[in-house]
């Protein structure tokens, strides 16, 4: 009886110490803790209020469809600027989209070559995508703060040069 005893005495602590263990694993996997982003995902109400947050006078816009990319998008009014942001469904979804953008953004894809009017610039942050053809300085660094710093096109200095952006 003492060995049997003794036995279960130095199995409850080894026990307690695995519950305690699978618990706080499985709480790091539902909340996401295990090295993700706990941040939540950007969308574009969420763009308008950090845009407004920012400074900026927005207001929405109409939808907009680019055949290159697979979501529809809206408009929006960024200091008599427009904007075109494209929602996707996840992050992950929005991150393939933006892979698929060479980094100049003179194309999307393997497929598609874009004759763009003015120099393209791609921002991407959570869910959104947004599109600015042209565009001046102000703009381009407002949205670089709200943002990040472009993944793909003209770089700023370049906005303002004449001719074709993508020969």
Known sequence: M??????????????????LAAGLGLYLIVHGLQGGDTTPALTYDGLMSRLRAAGATV?????I???????????????????QVFEYPSVSAA??????VVPDGCAVGTAVHINW????????????IVLV?????TLLNLLSSVL?????????????????PCP
């Open 2 to 19: 003492n060995r049997t005893r003794t036995r279960l005495l130095l199995a409850m602590p080894v026990a307690a110490t695995l519950v």
């Open 148 to 164: 990040g710093p472009q993944f793909a096109g003209a770089r700023a200095e370049e906005t303002e040069v004449p001719g074709p």
């Open 59 to 63: 207001a929405p816009g109409d939808v």
């Open 133 to 137: 053809i042209g565009g001046g300085a």
């Open 95 to 100: 991150a393939a989209e933006a892979a698929r």
């Open 65 to 83: 469809e680019q055949p290159f990319l697979a979501v529809r998008g809206r408009f929006l009014k960024v200091n008599d600027a427009e904007v």
């Open 117 to 128: 009017i003015a120099p393209p610039h791609f921002y991407r942050q959570g869910q959104v």
